[in-house]
């Protein structure tokens, strides 16, 4: 699926983030952006740095294709990291998870925000993001 972007979230997502049950948290200990020049991009990992688990905004729903599919909720990238990509996912404060998962749209929609980049750790590899080998066991892996 499609990463979800927070300027579409009540028009094309309406139908999952205008209901609670559809909204979901996805864990995550890093996430990764291809950095570079198109045909040498390299991996690029983002993790929080004072969280060994973070979770993201997500949504769901059931497909008969695939079975139970999630998107990520997307925003503008902070200033400070737009030179890797210009749009990051929605980590979600613990305090927020709650309300995440159980709010009304309205203020679930207030959570959709950029999170702070100086509590980001940006870990820049050489690691081909197109590989047909295994990233090395020293870089972070999704779960």
Known sequence: MNNARDDKLMTFWR???????????IPITAFA?????????TRTWLSVTDQPLAACAGLWRPTDEWGDCYTMVMVDATEELFDIHDRMPVI???????????????????????????????ARTDIPWFSRKPPAAEAPTLL
């Open 33 to 41: 952006e291809a950095e570079g020049e198109k045909g040498r991009m």
């Open 15 to 25: 139908t999952w983030f205008t209901n609670p049950a559809q909204r979901c948290l």
């Open 92 to 122: 979600l404060h613990a305090a927020d998870h709650d309300a995440w998962l159980h709010a009304p749209s309205e203020e679930a929609m207030k959570l959709v925000a950029k999170y702070p980049a100086e509590r980001l750790a940006v």
